[in-house]
């Protein structure tokens, strides 16, 4: 089945480290998206890309970066300048057309 | 830029009564609009949608939706709410391409229902 894959599920890190989390989609999509999930701040989008090799910050992208070299992966890097990075994030993809989202079951960051 | 407000931040009924939670988007331009639901420890699940056609949307669980283009709003309702019906609510809206596609959520509403 298609869908959108995030590892890992729970991810642990100590502050100064960067840390990657994965999102891989096998959907054939072309944009995909990463957002942000606090308690009573809803979602807020970090990174989005419409393409290969194109990516725009979104809302809160400081202290975060991405890349999309390939279609399928669109990982996501939370640096050491994220102040506060303990969330849960989630990666969606969206296909052209009049289509919803396909959101992967997310990653939950602690910083101990 | 596209936004979304939600203005019930927490809702707390009893079952059997009448839920209608209340969003209003702004962005300029054609939008896509979007209810999601997310129970608790659960993930996020498609409600329903709204593309064009039909202002009235019905979605899963006996939920629907009206989109009011004057009103800039999109508000869901359910005449009759079961205790599973517990859970944060989040309107959303998907602006076109010029605007990247991108999909803005309101901060959700939580939703509960007593027995």
């Known amino acids: 089945d298609g869908g959108i894959t995030q590892s890992p599920k729970y991810l642990f890190r100590k502050e100064g480290q960067n840390v990657t989390l994965s999102c891989e989609q096998n959907l054939n999509h072309d944009a995909m998206y990463w957002y942000r999930q606090d308690p009573g701040q809803g979602l807020r989008l970090i990174y989005y890309s419409q393409i290969v090799n194109d990516f725009q910050k979104g809302d809160i992208a400081e202290g975060y970066s991405v890349s999309r070299e390939k279609k399928e992966s669109f990982p996501l890097t939370v640096t050491s300048a994220q102040k506060n990075p303990t969330a849960f994030y989630l990666c969606?993809?969206?296909?052209?057309?009049?289509?919803?989202?396909?959101f992967g079951s997310g990653t939950r960051l602690t910083v101990v | 830029a596209q936004s979304v407000s939600q203005h019930n931040h927490h809702v707390i009924l009893s079952e059997a009564a009448s839920l209608e939670l209340g969003c209003n988007y702004s962005y300029g331009g054609t939008v896509n609009l979007f209810w999601y639901v997310q129970y608790p420890g659960q993930h996020l699940q498609l409600l329903l949608k709204?593309?064009?056609?039909?202002?009235l949307v019905k979605g899963i669980k006996g939920f629907e939706a009206e989109f009011i283009k004057s009103k800039f709003s999109f508000n869901l309702r359910k005449p009759s709410v079961q205790w599973s019906d517990t859970a944060e609510y989040f309107c959303a809206v998907r602006g076109g391409a010029a605007a990247g596609n991108k999909l803005t959520f309101g901060g959700g509403t939580r939703v509960l229902v007593k027995p």
């Open positions: 709204y593309f064009s056609g039909d202002p």
């Open positions: 969606a993809s969206w296909r052209q057309g009049n289509y919803g989202y396909t």
